[in-house]
């Protein structure tokens, strides 16, 4: 018998060509605010800041459009850092208490951050380290004296260690332990016990050699370093919170656990000093401690004082606040969440007499607040980034792209004339230069949130702004006036409280959250829909107004008999008239019955209907004659679970364990009926498994092994539950006549299409719509439908309402047939219209054994010519990763691994846009933006130039610093990363023995789990006689061909490979590179 040999078909080289012009996948920019703060800094130099948090990414940010990321090996919190001014450095302390030097450096044009060097501070001399306390050297504070070539190191154990900047070096001759330092205190301030840890260190303003020493008890001393010789001594009481100088270095003030601060004189011999004044500000009764301290002198008048902290502990101790004070003039900033941290921008030109404080920035857990302290009354100033996303949770988000820069024009003034005061002045943050051209097109982001608000952001380029916030909570009646603005103590009120900030995260009213929106950009029509089942339809006005609102109910049940509603009730809209600011203000407020939340919703302005669905079914509703359409309830009679709804009180814990367990059993059951092979589950598994065999892709000659997708029952709970609805231009009733078509989809695998009677614009006033049921699809593996889309006789998607009739699109196709793409959680499948037949399908779950969870339909522009695009489909699963399928041929092209399969959240999160690009939240507070697109990718293109000469560092362990090619270095969230082709070639690729490991990194996928191509060869280019003198001490050649002898070793690479990347081969080739480059390191 002869056997034969299937082979799938080769790639097209044409086709995989024409992929890479296509697509290509990054991770360009987080938007939002980095969740989880731990430590500030700032640059006065060079105008930068930086923020770190508890997962150990660093963020640095300039003018806007300025960013940069860095990430920690270690998923440690950064305690503190500090910048190393005008050199575009930056030193961290993470709190397992090792320390990272950070450096900006420029490749391809462009500035990037990346790592350098780390260092952990040693144990002291003369201990047992395995019987000593490990927190003897952890460090308490860092300072970094003027010159920038040392950092002073505070430690638990009382002692100062003084580290060589930049190499990171420990001085050990300078150390100086607290029994120096007792030599020199009182006996009767010692009592037999230590100092305490140190607890802030200052440099001298006027003397760099002096510097400040703060200890916990509340002992401060004046150092002479160079001399090793205790000038002046100051013995506090309290113990120490915090240390600060006066410019003029006459006086420091220090603050303390009491709640008060103290001014001390400082003398030039020698002496026991004491305060000149000390002052608890809200005393008399017992206050939190003063955790930070500023004395910033102003030319105007009496000097800033700045603290944080300092509440009376029974009434306001939790209270998160803080105190600027000027002479009689006194605020105390009140914030929603604990401050961090804070700093001023003042003048620094050491021949300038006053400091003049210009700004107050504040880093509170939850966002960023900016204070004016030049202006009377100190307003606060706008953030033109890291706006707090999650001031109230986000709960669905929606993106338009290439909006029409009238409406932009609109909602810009409409936002700026909501947002309160503001200060007049630039934003001080203002370093580096931004590369990137302006965006062509405006890209809007809207997110719904929980309590009731929809906030439009500009997304067009890499800051997230802030255009404007749409309020529906006082549409209805709720527990709180929410029209009220927070009051504001007046003069003889104390403490002098003034709210600032803009995080808010509590809802009077569950029921106010937003779950869909839909907007149509040309006629400026917005569709909200919430919780409670209210689907406002919103029209965009430039002036206030004063309506009433009409409401209109539809009852989606159709008075079936045995459902009661058992969950919350309905809002209950506002009587009489209600005042509405310029923006959006709603025009209609359909009510569903019951109000349970609405799930899907679309809107089709040229038409006037909106449609929207819930777990008990779908309606449309005609909002130009404020009337129904169509309701249609969509219950199986199982569906009890729906009419509890997610706010139900009925629910109990013995229910909720009691309908578990049922499920476990009936999954058990029916796995044991299953081993029969003449069950009939069986033979329809059997029948299945024949019919796809039969129905498999064309182009492929053998059918793939197959998952078994286990079948859906149809009186699954939440079956009625409508998951998506459209609307389209299509032929429904026969083949030559097209019209008005409304298709909606449920979570049991069933499709409704509906013919829609549409009058003219002459009989809009005379006749009413109509919906008249089409065709009725059920599909065989019950699936919940996700999407639907139209194609046209071309197979390109149908263009958005009023699109076409004012020519900004072309008109579709219908002179061919069209086709309907039904998307379900499992497949994909192409049906011919109007006869409804099978076309084309992919069984996603079948082959990929994943789910799909969020679908788009994109254009993708070529990189290498202007008139080529292809529509495709885009899918993202449950496990994370990204697909990409022609249409209407659903061909797989490409496949990423975008978010992790464990975030659950953030796969939910997900919106894509139409232009190749995609948001999803990493955390509650950012979006991780992505780019599909070979053409469109929104990134940063900036550069930082630093002061005066730099010394050129290499990364002491190159294997493992973490530097990329593209702008953003590093993702905070570690999914994926993207490799250069810079960064593969590593003492210049000798012997050819590179490209080999090159060649087997790519055998992986740069999107798979399993890659290791983000591990970094080389960051340095050619390397130099100096780049040698500054590596080889630290790290020899030999280390360097062992380390990546053992990286090389990790891969997955062939016998010939592994013997050709033996240890002594790579020692060979780097001495060989090295003697080429450099003669002066001779044989």
Known sequence: ?????????????????????????????????PNQPSSLAHDPKLHLMAIATKSGAVKIYGTPGVEFTGLHREAATVTQMHFLPGQGRLLSLLDDNTMHLWEVNQRNSYSHLEEIRSCTLPGRPGFDCANAPPSITRITVIMLKSGCDLACLGTEGGGVYFLHLPSLQLLDDQTLFQDEVLQGVPDDYKCGKALGPVESLREHPADPDKILIGYSRGLVLLWGQRARYVENLFLGNQQLESLSWERSSRTFVSSHSDGGYMVWPVNGVRSKSQPLTSSIPYGPFPCKAINKILWRTSETGSPFVIFSGGMPRASY???????????????????????????TVHNIDPEQEYDNPRALLVLVEEELVAV????????????????????????CSYHISNVPVKLWERLTCAGKQQNPPHSPVDWPINGGKNLAPEPVQKGLLLTGHEDGTVRFWDASGVSLKPLYKLTTANIFQTEADHGEVFPQCGEEEWPPFHKVGCFDPYSDDPRLGIQKISMCKYSSRLVVAGTAGQVLVMELNDEKSEQKINLSSVDLLQDREGFTWKGHDRLTPKSGLVSFAPGFQPSFLVQCLPPAAVTAVSLHTEWQLVAFGTSHGFGIFDYCRQQSVLARCTLHPNDSLAMEGPLSRVKSLKKSLRQSFRRIRKSRVSGKKRLSPSSPASKVQEANAQLAEQDGPREVEVTPVQRRIEPRSPDDSLSGVVRCLYFADT???????????MWAGTNAGSVYAYALEVPSREKWTEKSAEAVLGKEIQLMHRAPVVSIAVLDGRGNPLPEPLEVSRDLAKAPEMQGSHSVLIISEEQFKVFTLPKVSAKTKFKLTAHEGSRVRKLGLMNFPSVASDDYSENCLVCLTNLGDIHIFTIPGLRPQM??????????????????????????????????????????????????????PRDHLSPVTSLCNNSQGSPKMNQANGTHKVQSKADSSWLGGTDGMLEDFQLALSQTPLDSPNSSADITLDTTGDMTVEDVKDYLPAFSVEQQAKALHRSLMRQKLAPRQRMRYSERSVLKNILKKAREDIPELGA
């Open 317 to 343: 101790g939790d209270r998160h606040c803080i105190t600027i004070m000027q002479g009689k003039a006194q605020v105390t900033l009140d914030f929603t969440s604990r401050v961090i941290d804070f700093f």
């Open 895 to 948: 496949r990423y691994d975008c978010i992790r399969k464990e975030d659950i959240s953030g796969i939910a999160s997900c919106v894509f846009t139409r232009t190749g690009q995609g948001f999803y939240l990493i955390s509650p507070s950012e979006f991780e933006r992505f780019s599909l697109s070979a053409r469109n990718i929104t990134e940063p293109h900036c550069v930082v130039a630093w002061e005066g």
């Open 1 to 33: 018998m002869m056997k034969f040999r299937f082979r799938r078909p080769g790639n097209d080289p044409q086709r995989e060509k024409l992929k890479l012009e296509l697509f290509a996948f990054s991770k360009t920019v987080e938007h939002g605010f």
């Open 731 to 741: 032929f429904l009733r026969d083949a030559t006549h097209h019209g008005p078509t």
């Open 372 to 395: 004016d302290l030049q202006t009377p009354g100190w307003p606060a100033i706008t953030p033109p980034y890291l706006a707090p996303l999650h001031s109230s949770a986000i709960t």
